[in-house]
């Protein structure tokens, strides 16, 4: 069984900052890529950015330059560092991966959601 749990979400003022971590649990035998989502009211859902095992990230438009995306491999955790919010990054915030187990079955799976919201 592979769980991935977020933590860290919050109400915050615009400019302000918040860091999210998502740590994988379980029958863990390895974590390929990483990404992290989020989900608007009334909108779809949509990829934030993503980090490579090897530590590559690439980032949606809307978050370059103010969100840093981050993993620590030995803890099998994942970290999106929001700078500069805005009323727009308001989301719930969604943990991704792909993990191989330890019967080497290779699965996506998502966390549960944290709530981000960002308002005066």
């Known amino acids: 069984q592979v769980q991935l749990v977020e933590s860290g979400g919050g109400l915050v003022q615009p400019g302000g900052s918040l860091r999210l971590s998502c740590a994988a649990s379980g029958s863990i035998f390895s974590i390929n890529i990483m990404n992290w989502y989020r989900q608007a009211p009334g909108k779809q859902r949509e990829l934030v950015a993503t980090i490579s095992t090897g530590g590559s990230a690439n980032y949606a438009d809307s978050v370059r330059g103010r969100f840093t995306i981050s993993r620590d491999n030995a803890k099998n955790t994942v970290y999106l560092q929001m700078n500069s919010l805005k009323p727009e990054d308001t989301a719930v915030y969604y943990c991704?991966?792909?993990?191989?187990?330890?019967?080497?079955?290779?699965?996506?799976?998502w966390g549960q959601g944290t709530q981000v919201t960002v308002s005066s």
């Open positions: 991704n991966a792909d993990i191989r187990d330890t019967i080497m079955r290779l699965k996506n799976y």
